[in-house]
């Protein structure tokens, strides 16, 4: 017997001997009441980060349940992460001096495979040393063929409904990473950027965007503000750096009288306001910044350059025709990032598919409200409600190769789109014909791992779904309460008529010593696993649930650690004496 205890030894022992005696699998017979957990699939696209290591939670309460006769099912899983994935593997590429502009699709989409194939391996082995007791037998992934086939169903059922639409709207475009996003991906930053005041005709406007100025298609005032009134339904002629122009002013509501001068520029093509007057007013969408975030051949001889070269140039050109009547240096303003490199989100019009969210998210509110689902906290379901009676239609197209194609083919004839299984259609149900081809866009990947908790049941082992739906625990970050929770309950209510889960709980992020949040940055990210071996697992474990509360974050630190650590030494520490006769302690 060793006379120090090594947790890592025993910690590894007692895991493997407790999955080869299949203890981590349910005992399902007609009398074991099912309690079910789906891991919240982690990105198969690097090593596990410390917010993996509150999978302890979820641990807890599958090894209590178990303990206590239930038919306990703890289900994992990993997730492809679409553009998440591509990111990371092209900072990968990018190191080579390549990019993934050097492949075509299907070479891209295998590297990427491969890629993550090693990384899945990896993050198994890790959820392993941690010691989560989780059925292996049940593991699935988002891109295994059977979770893609249901992904594929519920897409064609949602089009059959009327509740998916292909159409033409401005969405949330990264011109660095070439792809649209949906509203909550867009991190809106606070800025200080000059707000220009500039004469059109009889009128002065204020913008913070001048280089759009050759999308305007209007320029509007609020119906009720008396100080224009004899301008609505003018035709004006003002004075541009390309030349004299005509525009015609137009009432609507959604101007505000206390912005500026009360006139505002209209642009449809470039500010989701402007879209929507737009369509009030039967306005031109005029597309003046491309999806390469330089402007196109309607900015004249500003065409070409980048958005910000172009602003100053325009200004400058301005100025000399004494076009602008005075400038804010400071206006405080939020302007849409995107949440993965910074780049300034660019509103740009694009033909995508969308989910007619609003009617989905009905049936989601009066889940929580009838009790059918608990979030835990509570305090936590006032942001939910919120969030779900002001969504807006959501955009599930991604111009990215990793991921689950869009099952959608468009006639080369006619145009028109059909929808599959993802099978090519034989030929054209509109015109006949047979040139057919799929969309080159891939799905959200919140809109399949919104399917999760059915996708996995219906495609893991025969009798699963009827067993274990709905599942019983939801655990995971506040953070994800919007991205992933509120769809699983209402693509899971859509596609199965019942919930996917009894009860959300929410854990807070976990941060460093000083309770900043874990970043490369700033040097303070800490690996579960270098814990795991310098204090042993069972520490580690004991070290984020001990004196927690959900819905609060909480410091991670050494000495929280050393203690946790002289803990289960002293527990697991060999027997003296009339002890020996009995063997060590072990823990579950």
Known sequence: MDKVYDQAKTESKWYKFWEDSGFFQPEVSPKGKPFTIILPPPNANADLHFGHAMYTIEDILIRYHRMKGFAALWLPGADHAGFETQVVFEKHLKKEGKSRFDFDRETLYQMIWDFVQQNKGNMEGQLKRLGFSLDWSRKKFTLDPDIIKVVYQTFIKLHDDGLVYRGQRLVNYCTKDGTSFSDLEVIYEERSDPLYYIKYGPLTLATTRPETKFGDTAVAVNPKDPRYQKYIGQELEIETVLGKATIKVVADEAVDPEFGTGVVKVTPAHDPTDFEMGERHNLEVRQVIGFD??????????????????????????????????????????????????????????????????????????????????????????????????????????????????????????????????????????????????????????????QWPFATLKTTQPGDFEKFYPTSVMETGYDILFFWVARMVMLGLYATGDVPFRDVILHGLVRDSLGQKMSKSKGNIVSPLEIADQYGADAARMALVYGTALGHDQALSHPKLQAMRNFTNKNSAPPKKSDEATGPATSL
């Not at 402007?295 to 070409?304: I, M, V, W």
């Not at 509110?365 to 009838?370: Q, R, T, V, W, Y």
């Not at 509570?378 to 194609?405: A, C, L, P, T």
């Open 293 to 450: 975030g330089r402007l196109n051949e309607k900015a004249g001889r500003f065409a070409g350059m980048k958005v910000m070269e172009a602003r100053a140039a325009i200004v400058e050109e301005m100025q000399k025709k004494g076009l602008i009547e005075k400038v804010d240096e400071n206006y405080r303003h939020r302007v849409g990032t995107c949440y993965k490199c910074g780049t300034t989100i660019e509103p740009l019009p694009l033909e995508q598919w969308f989910v007619k969210a609003n009617q989905l998210a009905k049936p989601a509110i009066e889940a929580i409200k009838s009790g059918k689902i608990k979030i835990h906290p509570k305090s936590f379901e006032k942001n939910y409600y919120h969030w779900m009676k002001n969504i807006k239609d959501w955009n599930i197209s991604r111009q990215i190769v990793w991921g689950i194609r869009i099952p959608a083919f468009q006639c080369q004839k006619c145009q028109e789109w059909v929808v599959t299984t993802g099978e090519v259609p034989d030929k054209c149900p509109k015109c006949g014909s047979v040139n057919l081809v799929q969309d080159s866009d891939t799905f959200d990947t919140w809109f399949s791992s919104g």
